[in-house]
């Protein structure tokens, strides 16, 4: 199910300006009399009206304090108090006034979340992570994961994929010590995922092995997890340590643990850069 919050508007213009100039929404849908404005998973929509309906509180939440901080930044002509820790509720957060009175709440939660990202922001905003917490990752959140690494595509749906948990630091050293500077990451967190693939052959199994590994980076993000692709894996010494058949293709392996950094959208090409037409 999907859902949108209507609110009655008395200036129409100058509430759906506010929202995509100085809040940064894009408009969803227009609908004449209604607009329907978009942020993340937040569908919010305003219709014109007699009256404004301010009752409620809109909650935008970030990823963590420093963008609370610097919505803060942007935003101290309109808001009511600077940032503060709320213990009762775990956030951190501030409040602020639309034009037409609507408080407006910008927050961090200071907890692991369930998912609730939508697929675009899944998509552009998974970083490489190199950097973790100390917090273990509990088996029920592993199991969500890999419950949607399920649904991987496999070339004839052969699902020859699998992943290699692995628990032991001891191993991982090893690995790192073959892999040299580039897998360090691997070390940052409680955890390293070997993606491997069997099958008869060679070409699909690589095909399947990395599909299911950029799968896997995509299902983490999606619960707040961190991963790096550590590649150069595919190497017999590896797999012996991790007790994969010298024939199957290993894609990479991946840290994962919470993160301990956020990084900013990195610099990308155009989009002319990279697709081509042929008629
Ligand atoms: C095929 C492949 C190999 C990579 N190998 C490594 C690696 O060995 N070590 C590492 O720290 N990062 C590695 N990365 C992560 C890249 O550096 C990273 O994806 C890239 O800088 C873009 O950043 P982003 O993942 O945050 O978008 C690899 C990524 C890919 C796709």
Redesign the pocket.
């Known amino acids: 199910m999907s859902g949108i919050i209507f609110l009655r508007s008395k200036q129409l213009d100058v509430i759906t300006s506010f929202y995509q100039k100085k809040i940064g929404m894009n408009v969803w849908l227009e609908q004449g009399g209604c607009q329907i404005l978009q942020d993340g998973n937040l569908l919010l929509g305003f219709c014109a009206g007699e009256e404004a309906e301010t009752c409620g509180v809109v909650t935008f939440f970030l990823p963590d304090r420093q963008s609370v901080d610097a919505a803060w930044q942007k935003h101290q002509d309109i808001a009511m108090a600077q940032p503060a820790f709320n213990p009762q509720y775990q956030i951190y957060h501030f409040y602020a006034r639309d034009p037409e009175g609507r408080k407006l709440e910008f927050q961090s939660f200071e907890h692991h979340l369930q998912p609730f990202i939508s697929a675009t922001q899944n998509l552009m905003y998974r970083?490489?992570i190199?950097a973790f917490t100390d917090e273990p990752v509990d088996k029920a959140t592993l199991d969500k994961v890999f419950e949607l690494c399920r649904y991987s595509p496999t070339a004839n749906n052969l699902q020859g994929y699998y992943y290699t948990v692995i628990n032991s630091k001891e191993i991982v050293q090893k690995i790192v010590a073959l892999r040299g500077p580039?897998?360090k990451?691997l070390l940052a967190a409680p955890l390293a995922i070997a993606i491997a693939s069997r099958g008869e052959k060679p070409d699909r199994r690589v095909q399947d092995a990395c599909i299911a590994a950029y799968h896997l980076l995509l299902a983490a993000h999606t619960y707040g997890l961190g991963t790096?692709?550590?590649?150069?894996m595919d190497k017999p010494l590896v797999k012996e340590l991790l007790g994969i058949p010298d024939e199957d293709y290993v894609a990479?392996l991946t840290p994962l643990g919470w993160p301990l950094e956020t990084?900013a959208l990195?610099s990308r090409h155009e989009i002319q850069q990279f697709v081509r037409y042929v008629d």
């Open positions: 970083r490489s190199r580039a897998g990451p790096c692709w550590v590649t150069d990479c990084k990195p």
